[in-house]
């Protein structure tokens, strides 16, 4: 199956600082996404993103399907994006979501 | 629209009990999928159902079942429960495909004692 890796694996920041999460595939995927857990556990899904760029407020997402990454961009960082982010995806007909390990992100004042 | 909803929220059992757990998707999806999180494994898909039939399945002991109703609601089973079932279990619901945009329910937290 798939392999799913993320870097880092943690990250501090200061409150307004930005930065950049990476996935790497093992293999192509037809399906990627990346979610965001809060501290309750609940997984909040930020980008539906198999190819290209997409952006949403002060996150964005960028998926290289042929060389197998993708990148999420975190501008001007808060303490409500603390959390874990993982990236999942899936490839051919398969329908189950491989997750990565997450990068546990934490915003500090 | 109401979101995912799962329930109960929290579960202690014993060793050796069974436990069944509920998924309500939303509104409108037909996919239903089941993940299992554990500090030490991760996010691990379990499977997933759609029109009632499971349509794929993880690596995960035949302890672990389930199932699809007819209003797209599911249940998943454990039986004989190990304390390494502790866990917190996610469902996730899509349209049709769970190559569509996966939406989580808040999940269920199992400790087994």
């Known amino acids: 199956g798939i392999q799913v890796e993320q870097s880092p694996p943690d990250l501090i920041l200061q409150e307004g600082a930005n930065s950049t999460l990476r996935c790497n595939f093992s293999?192509?995927?037809?399906?990627l996404q990346w979610f965001h857990q809060n501290p309750w556990g609940q997984l909040i899904n930020l980008f539906y993103i198999p190819s290209g760029t997409k952006q949403n407020g002060r996150l964005s997402a960028t998926t290289v399907a042929t060389e197998r990454y993708s990148l999420l961009y975190i501008s001007s960082s808060q303490t409500t994006d603390s959390g874990v982010y993982f990236c999942a995806g899936s490839g051919g007909t398969a329908s189950k979501l491989t997750f990565g390990t997450g990068t546990r992100l934490q915003v500090t004042l | 629209k109401a979101g995912v909803t799962q329930t109960p929220r929290y579960l202690i059992k014993t060793r050796g009990q069974q436990v069944t757990l509920s998924c309500s998707p939303i509104s409108g999806h037909r996919s239903v999928s089941w993940y299992q999180q554990t500090p030490g494994q991760g996010l691990q898909f379990l499977f997933e159902y759609f029109s009632e039939t499971q349509r794929n399945k993880g690596n995960f002991p035949g302890r672990f079942s389930g199932r699809q109703f007819s209003n797209s609601r599911s249940e998943m089973n454990v039986s004989t429960l190990e304390l390494g079932d502790s866990a917190l279990y996610l469902c996730?619901?899509?349209?049709?495909?769970?190559?569509?945009?996966?939406?989580f329910g808040p999940g269920t937290r199992l400790l087994v004692l």
């Open positions: 996730a619901s899509s349209l049709v495909y769970s190559q569509e945009t996966q939406y």
């Open positions: 293999d192509s995927v037809n399906n």
